[in-house]
């Protein structure tokens, strides 16, 4: 085939998902490569090498040595495959390099919650090798045409390839949260290796500091973000994060294409994290859901209380905070709460001591459990998203496709994937969960007392569930435009 038919992209991502996982970002870079492969697309992936990631991929073998990377230290690069059924493998990169990436903790930080101090040169790593793979310096004969990079962790990517005077692929830099950015102080641009005329404005400067993803913004061929809305915001002075100017300069090379979500995973029918599978020709097998996610977190065994759920890392982002303020009036009115999530302590702290004062009505669950996730998605009766700012989420279009309708605030990704319910839009069939704005504690509870009230109209709430049960949020649709978007780069 030729270029134009199948072109050839390597996928620079920081976390993948089965094997580590903080966020939107390793779902998107298990499920997206998965998605491009079925497009004549040949994608294939390049990940730091901590330990759960060798220990998770497939038949490695080691395919370069980077001896002598100035400004580094020594590492390998091992070809390995990423399964994700026993039907589908992914080719992947990994680059070993036991000084940087084999360590216990997170990808980013240690057990105790602190950013790795030499973040900039584990992350510098993955975007050197990244260039050198996407250049004609590659020791490889696969060559990309599209050096795909996600998030400042891959930002450097399409700045090392800018100052590479041979061939090399076009950049494409996908934005999925602004707000982290890879700042690092001004003299970390010469110890990664990149020249110092580089730090200014017009190049990886970000208000007198260095900035990874201010570098994959400024230097690459194109920029998505994870949703139509959320590209809008980021041109703002509002959600801009400082890079709003940038992202306005830039708006003809910017593209807002909403994610998709692993259909299979989750999917209510066939669901092994469920205690009663359904759809939506047996709605009411969903009861069973709710009974054992309230025997399980100890509330009340109510089959007729509305059950309201959580699933997010409690922080000011989230906007996890404004249910704290109005626990007592959703105890009142009565409803019952159950949350799953971590981050900040205070939030935390505030989370647990909610169960000491209701018990019975708010129950909380500290840390992440994939399978209670998918349990609260099946068991509760609304899902709660009131986040400040979300570039896509995901939870939202879990919920729908789950028979849950989603309580979101007005923004990102959440207002192009939630349709407001309201007589017009339940009588044309598109109401899918319920919109609040503004973002205040008060309009969140208005909002989840107007939905409250559509539950107990069990006529038009069934007819709310199947609504969004019937919506597409797969991957395919975003893959043929991430494919179309290549296919622009290469003509």
Not at 53 to 64: N, P
Not at 325 to 344: F, M, T
Not at 425 to 438: E, H, I, N, V
Not at 461 to 485: C, H, V
Request: aromatic share 10%; hydrophobic share 40%; net charge neutral.
């Amino acid at each position: 085939m030729s270029a134009l038919q199948e072109p050839r992209i390597l996928f620079i991502t920081s976390e993948v998902y089965p094997l580590c996982k903080t966020g939107g970002l390793g779902d998107v870079s298990a499920a997206l490569p998965a998605a491009l492969r079925l497009q004549q697309t040949d994608t294939r992936l390049l990940l730091p090498g901590y330990p759960q990631v060798l220990a998770g991929v497939k038949y490695k073998s080691k395919v370069a040595e980077f001896g002598q990377l100035a400004h580094y230290p020594p590492s390998f690069l091992l070809s390995a495959r990423l399964s994700l059924s026993k039907a589908e493998n992914i080719p992947v990169f990994v680059i070993d390099c036991p000084g940087l990436f084999q360590r216990e903790g997170g990808p980013y930080m240690d057990a105790l919650g602190r950013d790795w101090p030499d973040n900039a040169l584990r992350f510098g790593l993955l975007s050197k090798i990244g260039a050198i793979l996407a250049s004609d310096a590659s020791p490889l004969a696969w060559r990309p045409h599209i050096a795909h990079c996600n998030d400042w962790q891959s930002g450097l990517t399409p700045a090392y390839l800018h100052y590479h005077r041979g061939k090399k692929a076009a950049t494409l830099v996908t934005i999925h949260n602004l707000a982290y950015q890879g700042v690092f102080p001004p003299g970390t641009v010469v110890q990664l290796g990149l020249p110092a005329e580089s730090f200014n404005m017009h190049g990886v400067e970000y208000y007198g500091n260095f900035s990874f993803l201010k570098a994959g913004l400024y230097y690459a061929d194109h920029i998505t973000t994870v949703s139509p809305n959320y590209a809008e915001e980021i041109q703002t002075d509002n959600l801009g994060f400082g890079l709003q100017g940038l992202l306005a300069a830039r708006k003809q090379h910017l593209t807002g294409i909403i994610n998709g979500i692993d259909t299979r995973e989750w999917n209510p029918a066939t669901d092994r994290h469920l205690v009663k599978n359904y759809n939506n020709l047996n709605l009411p097998d969903k009861a069973a859901n709710k009974h054992a996610l309230q025997q399980q977190m100890g509330l009340a065994p109510d089959p007729d209380i509305p059950l309201l759920g959580v699933v997010s890392r409690l922080n000011h982002q989230k906007g996890t905070d404004l249910l704290i303020q109005i626990a007592p009036q959703l105890v009142k009115l009565p409803a019952q709460l159950v949350v799953l999530g971590s981050d900040q302590a205070e939030l935390e702290h505030q989370f647990s001591t909610l169960v000491q004062t209701y018990p019975g009505s708010i129950a909380v669950r500290i840390g992440f459990d994939e399978g209670l996730s998918h349990l609260i998605e099946a068991g509760v009766d609304c899902f709660l998203m009131p986040s400040r700012f979300e570039p896509c989420g995901l939870n939202q279009m879990y919920s729908q496709r789950y028979g849950t309708p989603p309580i979101v605030h007005a923004t990102g990704g959440l207002l192009d994937t939630v349709v407001d319910y309201n007589p017009s839009t339940l009588a044309d069939g598109t109401a899918s969960g319920f919109l609040f704005y503004p973002m205040q504690a008060d309009t969140l509870l208005h909002t989840i007392q107007q939905a409250i009230r559509a539950y107990h109209n069990k006529k038009n709430w069934q007819r709310l569930q199947k609504n969004g049960m019937a919506k597409d949020f797969g991957w395919p649709a975003s893959a043929a435009t991430y494919r179309q978007i290549y296919l622009s780069l290469l003509s």
